[in-house]
């Protein structure tokens, strides 16, 4: 019962000395079976596929069965996110003293629909609708009854615009190493004020994007991703017409051209630990420009990230670091942007330093006030080693970019269901304060 074992002591023998020999029959699964029930509890028809199901069970036929490991396989079925209620009820295999398992499973009424919302960007646009960003989506979350995924979505802002055609295949079929796919094409159009902050109006970077990546668990707690990404990216004006140079006559491209070409060579690889306040995670990633054509970017970027979070009774000590850096010719716009919300609070988005190297250092203490409501101090630092006027055209330099610099501040965090709400007050080292917004725990 303990380990959550299907079974029951099956005979009683009384023997000398005071000796008891039970004998215990364990309950092996003789076949497992996926039963459709509409919301009334009816047999009906389902558009899954059972074997789509039955894949993502850990319970197996020939093995005792485990409650326990039921009930992990009900919430695995429940993740796929196209049934409304999962369950599972042993029945008895004639008298074999084997049982055969009926998962019950409720599909949700469609598959697909629209959506609408709304949200908050980082705060790096002006105007008396800044930062806001409204979206809508069509999609459907169970193509082919295969659990695979279909979304197209606009999001559309004071600057900011995605449209967004991506497919997904969480679990190839065929594979045994539960191997996802993913396909993706993009148009977008955000700000460079991050790096190309400029008084005589507003500069977007314009990207046109499209690859596939592979994901694949290799335990538990390790995920890595393998893909490969062409971007066109190039600069405009504020009435739309392509610029090859900001304010400052810095070039916004790396190969002199309206837009730069690229085609990168992807890997990631991601460590999460349990998500409770002494987890860990760690990512990793690294991009690699391909030189197909003469003309195409070629360059190397490392980055990475990791947090650590600490139980110090009642508080809890959030660590958080992150570095990276770029070797060869990439374009300017993508140069490492520090200072911000989620980096080193005190600071507008981006005006620390734009750099081809850099490092970001954190620690805050979270403590409980009332009910969901948290307090919080912390300080940040962040560096671009010195980096900053090797990026191409130097944009930090005319923009008097400090390079490195640290804040400290205070804030409240209100947990919510997208993560931690955040509302914060910092002050930088060039003593002025600044407030910050942001949702979820920092990068």
Known sequence: MERGLFGAVSGVEMLSGGMIKLEVSEAEVNNIAIRFLDKTGEPTVGKTRPETILRQLTTKKGQVYSMLQGKRDVDTVLAMGIMEDVSIIPQPAGDTGKVDLVMNVVERKSGGGISAGGGISSGITSGPLAGLIGSCAIYHKNLFGRNQKLN????????????????????????DKRTSRSIMIQNSRTPGTLVHNQPDGDLTIGRVTAGIEYSRPFSPKWNGT???????????????????????????????????????????????????????????????????????????????????????????????????????????????????????????????GSSRSYVV???????????????AVFADYGSDLGSGPSVPGDPAGPRRKPGSGYGCGVGIRVDSPLGPLRLEYAFNDQRTGRFHFGVGLRN
Request: with cysteine; aromatic share 10%; charged share 20%.
């Open 152 to 175: 197209l979505s606009l999001e559309r802002g004071q600057v900011d615009s995605v449209f967004r055609i991506n497919y997904t295949d969480p679990w190839i079929e065929g594979d």
């Open 361 to 375: 250092g954190c620690g805050e203490i979270s403590f409980p006030l009332m009910g969901l409501v948290e307090g």
């Open 226 to 352: 393998a893909g490969i990404i062409f971007q066109r990216a190039g600069a405009r004006d504020d009435k739309g017409s392509p610029i090859i140079r900001d304010y400052y006559s810095c070039p916004l491209t790396a190969s002199g051209n309206t837009h730069d070409d690229m085609l990168l060579a992807k890997l990631e690889t991601v460590y999460t630990g349990s998500g409770d306040p002494g987890s860990s995670v760690f990512v990793f990633n690294m991009d690699q420009g391909l030189p197909v054509w003469s003309d195409w970017l070629v360059f190397n970027r490392v980055n990475a990230r990791a947090r650590k979070g600490l139980a110090l009774g009642p508080m809890h000590l959030l660590l958080s670091f992150s570095g990276g850096h770029v070797v060869g010719n990439f374009p300017p716009h993508e140069a490492f942007a520090i200072g911000g919300t989620n980096s080193v609070r005190g600071f507008e988005e981006g005006a620390v």
